[in-house]
């Protein structure tokens, strides 16, 4: 399907008027709605209620190794010391490379 500049540039034009006109609703008028008021407070509470913290809790204690080898190599890497970083901390800096977060 090839379209020509003229109908790109009219379709990129339709939607970000509807971003806008859809944006300029929600500001004037849904979010001043009472009954949205009371459903998007009641959603809230039901995820603070289900556990949203100890799931973020779980999620930081699973990935806190990996949070930290990041830290520590950027620092190394802000001060241009990575060859300093590969001997000094050989198992983070594998642990980097298997999770794709650096590239050898």
Excluded at 20 to 39: A, D, L, P, S
Excluded at 44 to 72: F, M
Excluded at 78 to 84: G, K, L, P, S, T
Aim: overall charge positive; hydrophobic content about 20%.
């Amino acid at each position: 399907m090839d379209l020509s500049e003229q109908q790109i540039s009219k379709i990129l034009t339709n939607y970000k008027n509807k971003r806008i006109r859809e944006n300029k609703y929600y500001h004037e008028v849904t979010k001043n709605k009472e009954e949205f008021k009371i459903k998007n407070r009641q959603r809230a509470k039901t995820h603070y209620q289900n556990g949203y913290k100890e799931k973020r809790k779980i999620n930081y204690e699973n990935n806190k190794q990996l949070l930290s080898s990041k830290s520590l190599f950027n620092y190394y890497k802000r001060n241009n010391m990575i060859d300093i970083f590969k001997e000094k901390h050989k198992d983070k800096y594998d642990l980097l490379l298997e999770k794709d977060y650096i590239k050898d």
